[in-house]
């Protein structure tokens, strides 16, 4: 009778551990729907133009933050193939055509 007793208490204590045991594991990824164009250096005389549209002085029409210790200035763009144009004091300085999809960002040293 008593080896009943164990061996149904030793059932009893394996099946709560494997009911404990099961669980479920959900992960979320979240990416951002759009790209980003990073204009790294000083942004004062420097205009920018994407894909032939309105002129932007970095210094007055846009925010720059600190990166690593440099200064960077963050433009949002559609996904897919752009131009751009950076100027300084009426000189082109930077032209590059590239592409960019969903959640990346392309850097531009300034």
Request: include cysteine.
């Amino acid at each position: 009778m008593n080896l009943m007793k164990d061996i149904l208490l030793s059932a009893v204590v394996l099946f709560t551990l494997v009911l404990v045991g099961c669980g479920t594991y959900r992960q979320t990824v979240q990416i951002d729907d759009h790209a980003y164009l990073l204009l790294i250096g000083n942004p004062e005389n420097n205009v920018v133009v994407i894909d032939g549209g309105n002129p932007i002085d970095l210094a007055k029409d846009t925010t720059s933050f600190s990166l690593d210790g440099r200064q960077v200035t963050k433009i949002q763009i559609s996904i897919g193939k752009h131009t751009v144009k950076v100027t300084m004091g009426g000189t082109l300085k930077i032209y590059r055509v590239f592409y960019v999809s969903t959640g990346t960002s392309f850097e531009v040293e300034l």
